[in-house]
Nanobody, 127 residues
Framework: QLQLVESGGGLVQPGGSLRLSCAAS????????IGWFRQAPGKEREGVSC????????TYADSVKGRFTISRDNAKNMVYLQMNSLQPEDTAVYYC????????????????????WGQGTQVTVSS
């Protein structure tokens, strides 16, 4: 059974850093796209970053470019999101998601292109 489990969220001050982890089981990263999404209270879920499991090709939302870095460790079946220079507007529940062939392409940040989702981890940026 395919499963995604996020971890690493928490409370951090503005300007701080966090690294989120997504542990995948029941499938092999090599054949999937993995995306990180976030949803703030009262807002729609938005794509943050994604990575193609086979070749590591990445995409970032404009709002996080230069601050967030997505990476994968296929041997461990793990995907990470390193978040630096965090700001209050980054506060949200962060989800990882997977799909073997996103209809929008391997660089899609559209939530509806992903079939499998984790339960989410809360990130709060506040002083």
């Amino acid at each position: 059974q395919l499963q995604l489990v996020e971890s690493g969220g928490g409370l951090v001050q503005p300007g701080g850093s966090l690294r989120l982890s997504c542990a995948a089981s029941g499938f092999t990263l090599d054949y999937y796209a993995i995306g990180w999404f976030r949803q703030a209270p009262g807002k729609e879920r938005e794509g943050v970053s994604c990575i193609k499991g086979s070749d590591g090709r990445t995409t970032y939302a404009d709002s996080v470019k230069g601050r967030f870095t997505i990476s994968r460790d296929n041997a461990k079946n793990m995907v990470y999101l390193q978040m630096n220079s965090l700001q209050p507007e980054d506060t949200a529940v962060y989800y990882c998601a997977a799909d073997p062939s996103p209809p929008g392409g391997w660089t899609s940040l559209r939530q509806y292109d992903y079939s499998y989702w984790g339960q989410g981890t809360q990130v709060t940026v506040s002083s």
